[in-house]
């Protein structure tokens, strides 16, 4: 068996646990309105959240495990995000009544920035257009928004005070929808290789976040290619030997 067949195995398989997972999910789902109900906890400003399948789906995952139900901390918690996708932590925050402030993001999209705006505005201090510039924030080098308003950019000043970080590398060169993700030095070779785990450190060295989760896909774990032993998962070691 190749391993390009190998790879369509295990998105159909992840597709058939992405169903059911679905399945459970409404059957668990409460009615809602489109303007969104309370939440159970009421959130820490008391905001009307909206009954999500997933939300209500982590919930019992976690009953399931033992685990209490989810109660929002009574402070605001100070969020930083690096390229991780629209931002996705902020809606599942929401999601969960939990009172918070976007302290810094970074996003390539023009679209998903926009998107986050119209939703997250309010919450919003420091955009970024890409991890890098996060990095260098400063006076000199401010970021989209302090830039937009011509006011001082102090971004870097919540150093150790940020709750939660969430980070992750390019998804890209780790894809096995990619045609060629399992050919020869695919992954190596492509343009978003050199992007890792470096500047994820770098990130965890200038704001000192209590939490930090990392995201990548599936294909991240999964061998550099058909003839390789090694897996992109096991790089970050090597990196971090050289910061």
């Not at 890098?132 to 000043?157: F, G, H, M, W, Y």
């Not at 919540?158 to 050919?183: I, N, T, W």
Request: charged fraction near 25%.
């Amino acid at each position: 068996m190749s391993s390009w067949d190998v790879a369509m195995e295990e998105e159909i398989q992840l597709s058939q646990e992405t169903s059911a997972q679905i399945s459970e999910a409404d059957k668990r789902r409460t009615e809602s309105t489109d303007a969104g109900v309370a939440s159970e906890e009421g959130g820490a400003r008391g905001c009307t959240v909206p009954r999500t399948w997933w939300a209500g789906l982590l919930k019992a995952a976690g009953n399931g495990c033992g685990l209490p139900d989810i109660q929002p901390p009574a402070r605001s918690l100070n969020i930083v995000s690096g390229c991780t996708g629209c931002s996705a932590e902020s809606f599942v925050l929401q999601a969960f009544g939990y009172d918070f402030q976007l302290h810094s993001i970074s996003e390539r999209s023009n679209a998903y920035r926009d998107f986050l705006l119209e939703n997250h505005g309010d919450r919003l201090l420091h955009v970024f257009g890409d991890v890098k510039s996060q990095l260098e924030a400063s006076d000199a080098r401010p970021c989209l928004t302090c830039a937009a308003k011509n006011i001082v950019c102090n971004e870097s000043e919540f150093a150790g005070e940020v709750h939660l970080m969430v980070a992750g590398s390019p998804c890209d060169p780790y894809s096995v929808m990619r045609q060629k993700r399992f050919h020869e030095d695919s992954v190596m070779r492509h343009r978003d290789y050199s992007t890792m785990f470096s500047s994820v450190l770098r990130m965890i060295a200038k704001y000192l976040p209590f939490i930090t989760i990392l995201e990548q896909l599936l294909g991240f774990d999964q061998k550099f290619d058909a003839a390789s032993p090694e897996t992109p998962y096991q790089r970050p070691a090597a990196t971090a030997d050289t910061l």
